[in-house]
């Protein structure tokens, strides 16, 4: 991880925007390919640091996802909702009565795959213009969380000669206020929840 790192990091420091936007693309592509959000928001991070790692991260996964809908909404609308619309029904009318701040809290909560929660919402013939921004608002929290993770473990092993353990990494500041983040973010995610899928 180590030899990794500074072959990164000298990447990244020859030309910022190049790498950032290299870094943008292939985010994108990660989730339209793969459709999964992890291990980006740590590679983020640990690459590009807490602020700038977030911003592109949320960016390309945002894009991304919005991408992965808008292909779903024209190829995929009836799999899906034949699929799934039993399952989520009382979510309709939810959605129909304040469209963005319910995908706003249904994409903080998250608990879904991200790729099924990426065309989940075709049930729900969500605007795009919606999805696209209540993914940035509602993913931001928990990616800046895991963008913060990884720059600690990158700032940490820029600092240590030695390589710390698993139990020792676990007490330094920029790990365990991350996680401790993790921690709180699940279980505002678990409250909303209960609420927001109750009929």
Do not use: C, H
Not at 20 to 37: A, D, N, Q, R
Not at 54 to 78: E, H, P, R
Not at 85 to 93: A, D, H, I, Q, T
Not at 128 to 156: C, D, E, R, T
Request: cysteine-free; hydrophobic content about 55%.
């Amino acid at each position: 991880i180590r030899e990794n790192r500074d072959a990164l990091e000298n990447i990244k420091n020859s030309n910022i925007f190049l790498s950032s936007i290299i870094f943008l693309i292939g985010t994108i592509v990660w989730v339209l390919l793969l459709g999964f959000g992890s291990p980006i928001f740590l590679v983020g991070g640990f690459i590009f640091g807490k602020w700038l790692g977030t911003l592109l991260v949320i960016l390309g996964l945002s894009i991304g996802a919005t991408l992965l809908y808008m292909f779903a909404n024209y190829f995929l609308k009836d799999l899906v909702e034949k699929k799934f619309s039993s399952r989520f029904v009382n979510l309709n009318e939810k959605f129909k009565k304040n469209e963005f701040n319910f995908f706003l809290i249904y994409r903080f909560i998250g608990g879904i795959p991200f790729f099924i929660s990426n065309i989940l919402p075709t049930i729900f013939n969500v605007k795009v213009k919606n999805f696209f921004l209540g993914s940035i608002i509602g993913m931001a929290p928990q990616l800046f969380v895991g963008a913060s993770l990884g720059a600690g473990l990158s700032k940490i092993l820029e600092e240590n000669s030695e390589v710390p353990s698993i139990l020792q990494l676990i007490f330094y500041p920029d790990i365990y206020l991350p996680i401790l983040g993790i921690v709180i973010l699940v279980l505002i995610g678990l409250l909303l929840k209960k609420k927001f899928y109750t009929k």
